[in-house]
């Protein structure tokens, strides 16, 4: 019975405390009821607490923070539970049916964490309209404590607080807490083993661990996956190697964890060294063999006999070699003898018996570090020498020789020179033997200063003339870089390299630098110091506004002011431009050579400048010394010029270099090819010879280019109201000769002709090609158009409109020419070319320009010129100068049109759609007048694609805005050259 009670008594006590824990009263735990400060239970159920509840129960805002209010201490988990309105007792299932405090009665002092201690957090219910929230409880107060203010009831709403969403998050989290704490996790471990070892040696690893083992055979990496957790042993199995050595290695003992992977590398030494005895006896002595023990620490290591060199493979150690006895009246040269042996290298003893013995002093004499190898070859056998400076040997009577072998050091091969052999040892006698090394060769070391990280340089040795060698280098190359093994003579160095841009890579290069290596210096060290170029890794443009340079249009009419533009040179990058200090006026063309020269080639403008073109020379280019008196000037004939009928006919717009370097130049109005051989290209001066000139049967031939075959390509055109073509000829690797032009132009006709119009293209016509470049894989053409089309839509003959000049808002485009297929197919007629692709840049926009406002963006207006960068992108200059004039007297009756006749009785019943310019009166600027450079990506131009490609530029730059009316005509500068001042090749590929 006393026990019954004991345990009822117990069992009380226990439902007590669990009420105490899991109460709704407010003033003992609302909000951390329990013990004060209870230890991270989870608060109000997992869910939101009541007083984050809207009405009905539904959540309010954030109400799902009650989540983990419980987590802070002293936070209480509330179990399930019956809710009852008004205050009658009630019975906590969570408590495990123990009578129930109603709202407002506080457990008894001592209980429970109650509101008058210190710090305990406790719900009050808030302001009107606000949501109760955790605030400090009053010090001291409430039921059961000792004054202050009484707690506030909460209202009762277990119901709310696990009803609904509420339990099934209780369930999501304690799932979730469930699959973390029972989920699988790796049992198993990988290791990875790297096995180093000397070439033509197979080594083997046994590796061996819980229920694991296997040999790994060979060199290089081994992959051990799904291995148990726990020790093991990775032990390399001796091996004899080719060149007689026993090899391996000290056991490794590692540790895998599950779910780890471990990698470690194992590496293959030498384990024995090598120790060859010679025994011999002299004069020779019938029925007699030598023997001889080697020892260590007293113990016989082995024994050898008979005259003979004896190999042993030994431990590395310290050994002594005992000379077994000497037969009547014969002595051995040494009765005990140590040696050290170390591990991968031989060591050569000799034993020798005889009836007299000498000394032999051999001298070795070289630099410094040298290991000299000398051998003493005599009656009993050979011993060697290893060291300089002098070594006495003592040895059996007889004759000798002394051989040596040239060394190696540093890069330099020292020759010996043997003095005093070969000779006779006479019993008791003396003789010393000198060995002399001297160099046979040289070497040079260089330090490399000034490579940035991604440079890349090539390091040039060369002697005279000639190059001797070639490295390419980094700023990762071990320093210094050394050429050994060189002849004696005077060497230079030279680096070039290059240092990548974002899209122009700069070009590094070093003042050369020379050295003389004799046999009393053989060494040298020289310094280079890799310094940007200048000037390089930036894009120049050039031209003018216009593009007819004349100032006459096609039928003798005068051009208007307004559409003419000053002159420019620019230089930079994609970041802008900024002026260039060449000679502006009517500068049209910018080209560099292979030894980094720059061309400029001028065009007539306005009585301003004269055809011809400048060189400067790359010294002067990064000098910056670009004023026209220092340059060669190369003008008249050499420019394609020539006489017809009484009238000079000259416009070059084009110049290219042949792989020899020889300057070809086209003439646009003299239909003209002109070369220059690359030998008369230098100093200062004029120039008005060329080579050679050729007529060509041609209209207006303005661009060429070589491909890679020596192959000359020449695109052009003409457009004129009724009259329209445009070109792609092939000249079959033309020759420039070296005789010089006798006056009469020699005739040079194309094999391949290809027609570039394309008229039905959704683009419009291709009208006037300005430009060619040849991508850099060889095989492929790219082609400008400088645009055109248009006319005044007038009868009045003497208001058609320049051919030369664009006046559309159609952007112009660029075709892509396989140099393949029909394209390659010789033909005495123009056959339509076949293009791969045909892409345009920039918006298409006809919109007017609002009075005193900037004109819009109109994308690609007469590409002009071309060029690839080192990553393949293609960069493109255009003129950009489209402009309807309203002051021309032709204005008033003029309407604006452009596309073909069939595409405008299409399109133009509704102008506002048609994709083409209708007939109309016009009164607006075009375009801003600012040359642009587009920079079209590498990947945009590859492949084929049908109809317009429009491409999205990397990057555009523009030229200055035009400047204020100069004697009436606003000064602007438009792109009609292009030329990037880049590397032109990778460092070492020539």
Known sequence: MGGRLRRQRRGERRRLSRCQRYSRDPAAGAAGGGQPGGRGRLARGLGEPPSDRGPGGGARPGAAAGLWAGLRPGGVFMGGGQQQRGGAPQRHRGCGGCPHRPPGQALPAGRAGLPGQPGHLQRHPGPAGRSPGLQRAHRGGGPGGGGGQPAQPRKPALRATLGGGSVLR?????????????????????????????????????????????????????????????????????????????????????????????????????????????????????????????????????????????????????????????????????????????????????????????????????????????????????????????????????????????????????????????????????????????????????????????????????????????REVGPETPQPVRFEGLPFGTYTLQAEGVRQGVYLDAELASTPRSATTTQEQPRANLTLDLVVRPYSGRAYVGGNGARDNTGWTANGQAVPPTR???????????????????????????????????????????????????????????????????????LGAATGERVVGGATLNNPTDLAFDAQGNLWVVNQAAGTIACIRAERLGGNGSLDRPNQLWAVELESPRALAFDRQGHLWVAGGYFLPGQQRAYLVRFPQPTCPASLYSGSPAALPPDVRLDLSQPTHPAGAFYQPSALALAPDGQSLFVADFGGGSDYYNSDPSCIANGSIDLNTLRETIIKVPLQGENLTPSATYRPVQVAKRLTAGPFNRDPVPPGQAPPDRGLQQAADLAFDSRGNLWVAANNNVEVDPDHPCYPTAGFVSGTLEQRQAQCGNPATAQVDCPGPLSRLLTDRRGRVYVLAAADLAGEAEGLVVVNPLAVLSGPPPGPPVGGVRPAVGFTGLLLHIPRSRPGTG
């Open 170 to 470: 209780l369930f999501f989290w304690l799932g979730l807490f469930w699959l973390a704490a029972c989920a699988p996790r790796p049992d198993r471990a990988a290791l990875w083993v790297r096995l180093e070892a000397p070439a033509a040696l197979s080594p083997e690893l046994r590796v061996v661990g819980p229920g694991f083992e296997r040999v790994l055979e060979g060199p290089g990496e081994h992959r051990l996956e799904g291995l148990a957790p726990g020790g093991y042993i990775l032990e390399p199995l001796e091996k004899e190697g080719p060149d007689g050595y026993r090899y391996g290695g000290e056991a490794v003992r590692v540790f895998l964890e599950a779910g780890s992977r471990l990698t470690t590398t194992v590496t293959y030494r030498p384990l024995t060294g090598r120790l060859v005895l010679e025994l011999g006896v002299s004069p020779p002595l019938e029925g007699f063999t030598p023997w001889a023990e080697v020892q260590r620490d007293g113990a016989r290591v082995a024994r050898v006999e008979g005259t003979r060199a004896h190999a042993l493979g030994l431990p590395p150690g310290v050994y002594t070699v005992v000379a077994g006895p000497a037969p009547p009246r014969y002595r051995v040269s040494r009765a005990q003898q140590p040696v050290v042996v170390q591990a991968g290298r031989e060591e050569r003893l000799q034993v020798a018996y005889g009836l007299g013995f000498g000394t032999v002093v051999v001298r070795v004499e070289g630099p410094e570090g040298l290991v000299p190898e000398v051998v003493v070859v005599g009656p009993a056998g050979s011993t060697p020498v290893r060291q300089l400076g002098s070594t006495t040997l003592q040895q059996v009577a007889g004759s000798y020789r002394v051989e040596a072998q040239a060394v190696p050091l540093e890069g330099i091969t020292y020759q010996p020179e043997v003095l005093g052999s070969p000779f006779e040892l006479e019993d008791g006698a003396t003789h010393t033997v000198t060995v002399r090394h001297r160099p046979a060769d040289s070497a040079l070391a260089v330090w490399l200063q000034g490579l940035a990280p991604g440079d890349r340089a090539a390091l040039a040795l060369r002697r005279g003339e000639a190059q001797v060698a070639l």
């Open 564 to 634: 003419r533009g000053d002159d420019g040179a620019y230089w930079g990058n994609e970041q802008g431009l900024e002026p260039l200090g060449l000679p502006q006026a009517g500068l049209y063309r910018l080209r560099r050579d292979g030894p980094g020269n720059l061309y400029a080639l001028y065009q007539f403008a306005a009585g301003q400048s004269q055809n011809r073109i400048l060189r400067f020379s790359r010294a002067q280019l990064e000098a910056g010394a670009l004023g026209e008196a220092g340059a060669l000037r190369i």
